[in-house]
């Protein structure tokens, strides 16, 4: 061999060179490999086998591929979704998410999310009277409806929240038979939660704390056991058992119930308690959902904001469960409803035939009245005049060097907003300064449970005008006092009602404008229902969201061959848009003004009328795959490609966001009455349009069920304009079959709505 005297110098660039490729290789493969992790969703669609274990193994094997071992993939995965549809929930890197994107069986890979949760009147003002009333109370007679559906005997509710309290009143399994054998639920031990909490009115429960942090499940049972509240408080709405003399205080006094009281309970534990908010993750639903089409619920509540379109949902509505869902606490503003895809209800809060009036006498004897859940003390005999001062916003500077103690503090709110982000640190600040009590002027919005935090402190919301009257006394006296009264229960029709809640979520559909939403408003403000041991006030569309899923049950139990589609269907072609005294109902917004379909869809919820509606819009549940079918979109759960517009879906309303020229919209309705029967047609058409419905008349008969018609829509003015509103019903002597339509006029594409 010939000796060149470079080359151990080039043989060692070679090797140094090969030496720092390999070892840059190495950090991009570290990099992909244990770069930040975060729970990503991997949506598979329809499962390929209808053994889970298999559709578990396929996903461990898939994950394998892409992380290079199956101990890797095992140690990812959080979540299998394996009964009613296929997906996994995984640790992944943002690189490990997009590998797997790029794989052809994969439909979506999206990051999880977390999202938020959204009765002794409200059952009556509904119509659903108990043949048994407490003492001195009107007795009413049987309602036909409970007595029909035995109380919704065996109906399986599914809810979806923090927990339940079993050993609630409510919950009481007293002559109860055995569970459904339809029943293939479990009961999950926890802690503080054993065999015995579940019953035969419990029959089922479950918990998914995965992503929950290592400090916030110290905060919490790791259990289905309850720890807020929330989750006691809908479960007892939606089918809690009859529980006599209840109140808080004395005030709601009444007879505590769900809509079903015969259900059966099955409780899926997805939210969390942390410091700050209740935790509720995307991954933790997807896998409720999954057990729960497995376990055999025929109805899920769900009082929670999604911020994507749950195939779980569709999943579930697919396999015969009807799934039920609230519209979220943001209104008063326009488009900023939840949970609005076509496939589940969607459901809106009003305020019942109820109030708590609290008299608030000022020292020259002017007598002022607002309302609240103020009560005497235990050893309290008698309410007493206090000095009052003027606290103005009774923000921590404006109390500054003011003296408040044992005083009662007029606190005038300067911005206007949610009670929920005003009064707590108001509360606070007054609390602190050893106040007596407070007066908050606000704009009227009927939402005593912000008060909560008082805790037997006089709290008083008042509107505005009355605040001022306050503040223009405070302001004549040297020494002005006032002094509060407990406050009295009122109900019946001198208390307007029903009304859209001031916080509930608005239409449209930003999402899926073609699809009216809500569909249904129920009562959702101040209602009194169980948590933990006793009784309390709550509000909110997590309020009204049970309501329905209560009378849904109901329904079903009558009816346990009907679809969803017509379930829904029935609720909202029955509902009332009018108040007690038949005048147009109202909505709390700014200012207040006559309710329409983006507030409360069909109208608020009848159930006396829901359970004979003469016809229904039925629809196959494999047809909403036609109209919103899933294409393969990274970070996207459902990307829309529609063939047909969603108004062209057999829903029971219209929604035509852009009318530019003539369009012609069918439906077609099945007959659930008489036998022979005949409707006739009644339009209200919309402001600037022109309806007409072929034919104007159906008849029905034993051979000819169901009838299809169409709707011609015509603009009658050239002009971008806004949403206007009509009706469609069909009616004769025994029925009234009415849908909402929502058109907007447009002469070209959307553009920004702004001066």
């Known amino acids: 061999m010939c000796y060149h005297p470079n080359m151990d110098f080039h043989s060692s660039r070679r090797r140094f060179s090969a030496c720092l490729l390999f070892c840059l290789c190495l950090m991009i493969s570290i990099s992909r490999a244990y770069g930040t992790q975060k729970l990503y969703i991997v ?25 290079g071992s199956k101990e890797e993939a095992l140690a990812s995965i959080t979540y299998s979704y394996k009964h009613g549809f296929s997906g996994f929930a995984a640790m992944l890197t943002d690189d490990q998410a997009q590998d797997l994107a790029d794989l052809p069986e994969v439909i979506s890979v999206t990051p999880n999310q977390n999202h938020e949760l959204m009765t002794t009147r409200s059952w009556d003002f509904l119509g659903l009277n108990l043949d048994q009333q407490p003492p001195n109370l009107d007795h009413q007679p049987p309602n036909k409806l409970l007595q029909r ?58 918990y998914y704390p995965a992503g929950l942090d290592k400090a ?33 205080h004395g005030l709601g006094v009444g007879v505590a119930r769900g809509g079903a009281p015969r259900a059966r309970i099955a409780v899926y534990k997805v939210a969390w308690q942390t410091t700050k908010r209740v935790q509720l993750s995307s991954i933790a639903v997807l896998a409720a959902l999954d057990d729960a089409i497995h376990d055999g619920v025929d109805i899920l509540c769900l009082p929670i904001v999604l911020n994507d379109d749950s195939f779980g949902a569709l999943h579930a509505v697919q396999k015969g469960i009807t799934v039920v869902y609230g519209a979220g606490n943001s209104g008063p503003r326009p488009q900023v409803i939840s949970n609005t895809a076509p496939w589940v209800i969607t459901v809106a809060a009003t305020k019942i035939d109820r109030s708590f009036p609290t008299a608030i006498t000022l020292g020259n004897n002017q007598t002022l009245v607002g309302q609240s859940l103020y009560y005497l003390l235990k050893n309290e005999s008698s309410s007493e005049f206090k000095p009052l001062v003027h606290g103005g916003s009774c923000s921590g500077e404006a109390l500054n060097g003011t003296i408040i103690n044992g005083k009662v503090v007029l606190c005038i709110a300067e911005n206007f907003g949610p009670t929920q982000d005003i009064l707590p640190d108001v509360i606070t600040n007054v609390k602190s300064g050893g106040a007596f009590g407070a007066i908050f002027a606000l704009y009227t919005i009927d939402v005593l449970s912000s008060t909560d935090d008082c805790l037997g402190m006089a709290c008083v919301i008042v509107d505005i005008d009355i605040g001022f009257q306050a503040a223009t006394y405070i302001g004549s006296q040297r020494l002005p006092i006032v002094k509060i009264e407990p406050a009295r229960n009122i109900t019946g029709k001198q208390v307007p009602a029903p009304k859209v809640a001031f916080f509930s979520s608005r239409g449209p559909s930003v999402k899926y404008p073609t699809v009216l939403k809500p569909d249904i408003a129920a009562p959702g403000v101040n209602i009194l229902a169980a948590i933990g041991d006793g009784y309390g006030f709550d509000s909110g569309n997590s309020m009204s969201t049970p309501h329905v899923a209560g009378i849904v049950a109901l329904l079903k139990a009558v009816h346990p ?37 983006f507030d409360y869809g069909g109208g608020n919820i009848n159930p006396n009328a829901a359970v004979d509606p003469g016809l229904v819009y039925d629809i196959d549940p494999r047809d909403y795959n036609k109209f919103f079918a899933c294409n393969m979109q990274k970070y996207k759960i459902c990307n829309i490609t529609t063939t047909l517009p969603g108004y062209h879906l057999n829903l029971p309303s219209i929604a035509i966001p852009e009318l530019r020229r003539p369009i012609k919209v069918q439906r077609a309705v099945t007959n659930v009455g008489n036998v022979d029967a005949v409707y006739q047609s009644d339009i209200q058409s919309p402001i600037g349009v022109k309806i007409k419905v072929d034919p104007p008349t159906l008849v029905f008969n034993a051979t000819q069920k169901v009838h299809s018609f169409k709707v011609s829509i015509t603009p009658l003015w050239k002009v971008q304009g806004d949403y206007t509103f009509g009706s469609l019903t069909w009616h004769n002597e025994h029925h009234s079959v009415r849908i909402p339509i929502a058109v907007r006029i447009t002469i070209q594409d959307f553009y920004a709505d702004v001066a």
Not at 49 to 62: I, R, W
Not at 222 to 246: F, K, L, Q
Request: charged share 20%; net charge negative.
């Open 561 to 597: 061959h009907w679809s969803h589609a017509a379930l829904k269907s029935a609720i909202v072609t029955t509902a009332s848009t009018k108040d007690e005294y038949g005048n147009p109902m109202l909505a709390e917004a700014l200012p207040r003004k006559v309710a329409d379909p």
């Open 216 to 248: 916030d499940q110290e905060a919490n049972y790791m259990s289905p056991r309850d720890i807020n509240g929330h989750g006691t408080h809908t479960a007892s709405t939606a089918a809690g058992a009859v529980v006599e003399g209840v109140s808080l």
């Open 149 to 206: 559906s035995k109380y919704g005997e065996d109906v399986i509710i599914g809810i979806f929240d923090t927990g339940i309290w079993p050993e609630s009143r409510s919950f009481s399994d007293h002559g109860y038979g055995p569970i459904p054998s339809r029943w293939k639920g479990v009961c999950q031990l926890g802690q503080a939660w054993e065999g015995t909490n579940c019953s035969r009115k419990i029959i089922g429960a479950r």
């Open 43 to 67: 949506y598979l669609g329809e499962k390929k086998h209808d053994d889970a274990a298999l559709v578990t193994a396929s996903h461990h094997d898939m994950l394998s591929t892409i992380l």
